[in-house]
């Protein structure tokens, strides 16, 4: 038997055709990334997640001499999120890159570790994330729901 995984998404030329509370919030991804520490890489990332009353909170990349030790922005943020915010679902979240000397005009996806991670926090609060991938400029690319970024992701069931 064979079976298909596909999805849909939004590919934008530039940030004017997002709403302008997504708008805000790929700006305040963008702006993240001036928060990242990352003397090796020299990549720059920076996310922000609109949380389920509208605050807006951002998270960057932060690298460590021992380079597993480093984490990336999507998960400092969601990280944060449920520490600070255990109550709060988050509705969308943006991210966002600038490499040293280098511009940033394609989007940019989470690795796989986040993408497990962006899956774990949607079935926590059985909420869908919208996301909302961009560089500083050029095209941006929404995806309605970070489960679409993780086919077969593992959710926990099996477990129970």
């Not at 064979?2 to 790929?26: P, V």
């Not at 511009?103 to 909420?127: T, V």
């Amino acid at each position: 038997m064979h079976q298909k995984f596909e999805f849909e998404y939004e590919i934008l030329e530039d940030n004017g055709g997002l709403s302008n509370d997504d708008q805000e919030l790929l700006e305040a991804a963008k702006k993240a990334t001036k928060t990242a520490y990352a003397p090796y890489s020299n990549f720059h990332v920076g996310a922000a997640a609109r949380l389920s009353n509208g605050q807006i909170v951002i998270g960057s990349n932060q690298e460590s001499t021992s380079f597993p030790v480093g984490i990336c922005a999507e998960r400092t943020l969601l990280n944060s999120v449920g520490s600070q915010f255990p109550e709060l679902s988050i509705t969308a979240m943006a991210i966002s890159y600038q490499p040293l000397n280098k511009g940033s005009i394609e989007p940019i996806s989470p690795c796989g570790m986040c993408r497990q991670s962006l899956l774990d926090y949607e079935n926590r609060y059985g909420a869908h994330i919208k996301i909302i991938l961009s560089g500083m400029s050029g095209k941006v690319m929404v995806i309605p729901t970070a489960a679409n970024l993780l086919p077969f992701g593992f959710d926990g069931s099996i477990l129970k």
